[in-house]
């Protein structure tokens, strides 16, 4: 699980509208936890299970509902947070064969969140090595026990 998801706080909500060919993603609006840090930036708290170009700790900003005082809509990246958020969809229904591959994931510093199941959202932090994750990832198609996606992958600088 994801040990920093912070269940307090403000829901920032972003439009989903726009499918692809398949109908993806299957919900309009997607809401995040996020954590208020004032002049309308929010860090969010959770990994998105359906928005791309999002990932768990980057600040954004967000414009207030008028019909509430926690939900929040999305309106531009502000800073990104260097984590990295990819989705997995099950397909292996043998539980043992799947939570083995998903250990070897948490193994190397990576960590998930649950929509239902058979979707889960994956965080991998800066201090993961998104190479072998990406190996480990792909072992999990080749052996038909998910698909993935990546919904943000966090270029990081080669300073």
Not at 67 to 73: H, I, P, T
Not at 80 to 102: N, P
Not at 143 to 151: K, T
Request: hydrophobic share 35%.
């Amino acid at each position: 699980m994801h040990e920093s998801s912070e269940r307090s706080g403000v829901k920032v909500c972003f439009n989903l509208t726009q499918k692809d060919t398949d109908g993806w993603p299957p919900v309009d609006v997607e809401s995040v936890w996020a954590k208020p840090l004032g002049e309308r930036r929010f860090v969010i708290c959770n990994v998105p299970f359906y928005v791309r170009d999002i990932a768990f700790n980057d600040v954004v900003e967000a414009a207030p509902r008028p019909s509430s005082d926690s939900l929040y809509d999305f309106i531009r990246v502000i800073s990104r947070g260097g984590h990295s958020t990819y989705r997995i969809i099950r397909c292996a229904k043998d539980e043992a064969t799947f939570q083995k591959q998903l250990h070897d994931l948490t193994t190397i510093g990576c960590t998930y969140e649950q929509a239902d199941p058979s979707l889960y959202a994956v965080d991998m932090s800066p201090a993961v090595d998104v190479n072998a994750a990406y190996r480990i990832l792909e072992e999990g198609v080749t052996r038909q026990i998910w698909d993935f996606e990546e919904g943000y992958y966090y270029r990081r600088n080669a300073n």
